[in-house]
Nanobody, 124 residues
């Protein structure tokens, strides 16, 4: 089930990036997929999550309206579309997998597997 992130990079403020997270497992469609980020000297913080049920998406207030989380169960992949990026979005972004939907998406302890992280740098 080890998730693998791709898609990070350097972008100018106001630009866009799309992160992808692929996880193995026959039950991918039932997993909750989460995105977290960790800036230099900061704690890891929740960004967005998507549950198994249609319309089950959740966002941090800081990214609401700018980021969109989605999933393609046929590809075992979750996505994080990031638009109108700001320098404060600079961080290592981590994908996380929760095997069984606990109904809580915001805390790192809820997730069972983590990716290695991908760097996102937004230049001003």
């Amino acid at each position: 089930v080890q998730p693998v992130e791709t898609g990070g990079g350097l972008v100018q403020a106001g630009g866009s990036l799309r992160l992808s997270c692929t996880a193995s497992g026959r039950s991918f469609s039932s997993y909750t997929m989460g995105w977290f980020r960790q800036g230099p000297g900061q704690d890891r913080e929740f960004v967005a999550a998507i549950g198994w049920a249609p319309g089950s998406t959740h966002y941090a207030d800081s990214v609401k309206g700018r980021f969109t989380i989605s999933r393609d169960n046929t590809k075992n992949t979750a996505y994080l579309q990031m638009d109108n990026l700001k320098p404060e979005d600079t961080a290592v972004y981590y994908c996380a997998v929760e095997l069984y939907d606990s109904g809580s998406y915001y805390y790192t302890d809820e997730y069972d597997y983590w990716g290695q992280g991908t760097q996102v740098t937004v230049a001003s």
